[in-house]
Nanobody
Framework: QVQLVESGGGLVQTGGSLRLSCAAS????????MGWFRQAPGKERERVAA????????YYADSVKGRFTISRDNAKDTVYLRMNSLQPEDTAVYYC????????????????WGQGTQVTVSS
């Protein structure tokens, strides 16, 4: 049974930082690209960042380039999202997800999803 468990969300002030973690189990972690998505109330789910199975290739949404960094530790079956210079518009539930198809695909091509972690940025 595949499980993705996010942690690290919380309340932070504008300009602050958070690091999200997503621990995976039940799958061969290095075979999967991993992505971070977010969904704010009343908005569509947005792909924020993705990293290839090897960790060598990454994708970032324009809205987070230069502020967020995705990384993974295949020895720990964990993917991270370091978020700096957080803004109120970054407030959302953040989800990690796993895909066999690589970093260039949208959310419909992700096979497994975590339950999400809330990130709230106060102004």
């Amino acid at each position: 049974q595949v499980q993705l468990v996010e942690s690290g969300g919380g309340l932070v002030q504008t300009g602050g930082s958070l690091r999200l973690s997503c621990a995976a189990s039940g799958l061969t972690f290095s075979y999967y690209a991993m992505g971070w998505f977010r969904q704010a109330p009343g908005k569509e789910r947005e792909r924020v960042a993705a990293v290839s199975g090897s960790g060598l290739s990454t994708y970032y949404a324009d809205s987070v380039k230069g502020r967020f960094t995705i990384s993974r530790d295949n020895a720990k079956d964990t993917v991270y999202l370091r978020m700096n210079s957080l803004q109120p518009e970054d407030t959302a539930v953040y989800y990690c997800a796993a895909s066999r198809l690589g970093i260039g695909v949208g959310d419909k091509n992700y096979d497994y999803w975590g339950q999400g972690t809330q990130v709230t940025v106060s102004s």
